[in-house]
């Protein structure tokens, strides 16, 4: 059994999400910033480790808070305290062990509708009292900290953490453009690919001496990357466009006449989806209002981490209604409304995502035209300097392929959500199942998202 946690504050409250998460059977956690003269758990760990000797996983999040934020924050010693607690209980039984596993949880835009996210498990942490007797109790608390770091060190191999947005914003592109395969690329390649140069610009940001860098990287010409990156994408961002739509050129003739068609398409979508989307507008408009409720609740920057979770349950809440009302509306026909209703909303929600998709591709070339042929020349002059400046940093400093297109275009596996080249992209569009997706930053907008929120730097 797999024993969740969350904190106290959100507990006993009256709402779905409060009543749901204690239906479910989830431990309270007392914070000491909500309880500042009442944070005791004993009681609650004491239950927890008897769990954990029986044979049940317990789910910990270590940095005890949610927040929204590009790096991970100083992670909590709960974690280890528990693994040292449970060692010296069971100090006598040699065949005892306890196995750690750390997750690392990687979203492209967490606080929007469809974002994919990629949850990567690392190397498992095992303990027994006898290959880790200095964690067994008493304990000096200097192993207590060393576990933690090294707990914060795997979590961190398996996400973006970085201590602005900025570095990740310009490390994305920096994969994009060396890489710019889109969805051909597995997403889990694609997090590991951006990481790699995460890593890079993070450490040549510090000074001279530190960090673990070859000797012939030079850091004054990775900064410099790093700082005309940040700059084209501030551009792009201003234009509302993606790095995609520099990248391959495109004739004025040929953007008028793919807008016409999108228009088209759009029209037809339209048509198509009005009845489904009727039954979806009350579903949309209850989990706008819960989030709009709930980012009121506190600064933004700390609310946007939960946001996808009140989406989730209210959606599920108000849909479950939805469904409700329609076969009691039809009960004389309730044997056709039953199964197809949901059929109905199901492919309302593709097809609604293919008309958002072309919506923003329109808007797109619209933008495209807008910014005018000067412009746009010097801007892939721009673009083609930067692609080799990262391409030579890429493969001298990183020692990744030189052919990046065709080695990532032919890792083995399907994964999910992945285009496996040019007749799947094509077939994918029509799919019932899952929508095609360009590039993994796509999310349900009708806006390219091409940044991350502002913050104060």
């Not at 317990?58 to 909590?76: D, M």
């Not at 062990?97 to 990567?120: G, K, N």
């Not at 970085?162 to 592109?173: C, G, M, Q, T, V």
């Not at 919506?359 to 002059?381: D, H, I, N, S, T």
Request: glycine share 6%; charged share 25%; net charge positive.
């Amino acid at each position: 059994m797999l024993r969740m946690t969350a904190k106290a504050s959100i507990f006993g409250q009256r709402n779905f999400t409060s009543w749901l998460i204690e239906a479910t059977g989830t431990v309270p956690i007392k914070r000491r910033k909500d309880n500042p003269e009442d944070a005791d758990n004993t009681e609650v760990m004491t239950k927890l480790m008897e769990a954990l000797e029986g044979g049940d996983a317990v789910c910990l999040f270590p940095e005890g808070i949610s927040r929204f934020h590009p790096e991970i924050a100083p992670l909590k010693t709960g974690v280890a305290r528990m693994i040292s607690d449970v060692l010296g209980r069971n100090r006598d039984n040699p065949d005892f062990e306890i196995a750690l596993l750390p997750c690392s949880i990687t979203y492209m835009h967490r606080q929007h509708f469809r974002s994919d996210v990629l949850v990567s498990f690392q190397r498992p942490m095992i303990f027994s009292p006898k290959t880790h007797p200095e964690l067994v109790p008493p304990v000096d608390f200097a192993h207590i900290k060393a576990l933690t770091k090294d707990l914060q060190g795997s979590i961190s191999s398996g996400t973006l953490d970085a201590p602005k947005w900025h570095l990740i914003r310009s490390a994305k592109l920096a994969a994009r453009m060396y890489a710019p395969l889109g969805t051909l690329m597995p997403l889990g390649e694609y997090v590991r690919l951006t990481r790699k140069f995460l890593e890079l610009f993070k450490a040549c940001q510090q000074d001279e001496g530190s960090g673990t860098l070859p000797q012939e990287v030079d850091r004054a010409a990775v900064r410099q990357i790093c700082a005309d990156l940040k700059a084209y994408q501030d551009q792009l961002a201003h234009w509302g466009i993606k790095d995609d739509r520099i990248r391959r050129p495109m004739r004025r003739s040929t953007a008028l006449y793919r807008m016409s068609i999108r228009l088209a398409w759009l029209c037809l979508l339209g048509s198509i989806s009005l009845p489904g989307l009727l039954l979806w507008a009350p579903i949309f408009a209850t989990t706008y209002v819960a989030v709009r409720n709930y980012k009121k609740t506190g600064p933004i920057l700390d609310t946007w981490d939960e946001i996808a979770q009140y989406k989730l349950i209210y959606g599920l809440l108000s849909g479950g209604i939805v469904y409700a009302v329609v076969v009691l509306m039809t009960w004389p026909i309730a044997f056709i409304t039953i199964p197809m209703t949901p059929a109905l909303m199901w492919i309302t929600l593709r097809w609604f995502e293919d008309l958002v998709a072309t919506f923003r591709a329109f808007v797109a070339l619209y933008r495209l035209l807008r910014v005018g042929k000067p412009a746009l020349k010097q801007m892939r002059e721009r673009r083609l300097d930067l692609y080799s400046r990262v391409s030579n940093v890429a493969v001298s400093a990183l020692g990744l392929p030189d052919e990046p297109e065709k080695y990532f275009s032919q890792i083995e596996g399907r994964h999910k959500g992945r285009i496996l080249g040019e007749w799947d992209g094509r077939a994918r569009y029509f799919s019932l199942k899952r929508r095609r997706k360009r590039d993994w930053d796509e999310v349900l907008r009708l806006y390219e998202k091409v940044d991350y929120p502002s913050e104060d730097d």
